[in-house]
């Protein structure tokens, strides 16, 4: 079966946002530079950059990102949501936590609460300049507070 997996581009930043998304989404990361196959790159000094990694987590989670090196234009995040994490009831705590790391230097926080249509529901804009939603139904709809 065919899988949607969000893959994002940074400049310089993918190793450091992949060890901190593996840190908080609980997953293996695996990261190949430039340097690891020989042609792929302009710049020599710029063969440490992540030309492939990933996070893959005990659920099957899979988050992939890239560094951009100079000789390709790099395209910035931008407005609007980038990655959705989202799940039932068996998944509130795992979400909750995955918040409350993410939170640690984001910016536009929408707190992860209850919301008027009865889901579990927030957003944010991680310290890398990602935008997050997150949506957990519960187990029965309940009152916005």
């Known amino acids: ?23 908080v989404l609980g997953g ?45 234009p790099y395209v910035a995040p931008n407005r609007g949501i980038t990655v959705s994490l989202t799940g039932g009831p068996e998944d509130l705590a795992y979400v909750r936590g995955v918040v409350s790391g993410l939170s640690d230097g984001a910016t536009d926080v929408m707190p992860f609460e209850m919301a008027p249509w009865g889901d579990y529901y927030g957003q944010l804009t991680d310290r890398y300049g990602i935008a997050w939603l997150f949506d957990v139904g519960a187990e029965e709809p309940q009152p916005a507070p």
């Not at 340097?35 to 990933?54: C, Y």
């Not at 996070?55 to 990102?65: C, D, I, K, S």
């Open 28 to 72: 293996e990361v695996e990261i190949n530079t430039f340097d690891s196959i020989p042609g792929m790159i302009d710049d020599p000094s710029e063969g440490h950059l992540v030309m492939h990694g990933s996070v893959t987590t005990p659920g099957g989670l899979v988050l992939m990102a890239s560094d951009t090196p100079s000789s390709t």
């Open 1 to 23: 079966m065919a899988r949607l997996t969000p893959y994002l581009s940074f400049r310089t930043e993918a190793r450091d946002a992949l060890e901190f998304y593996g840190a």
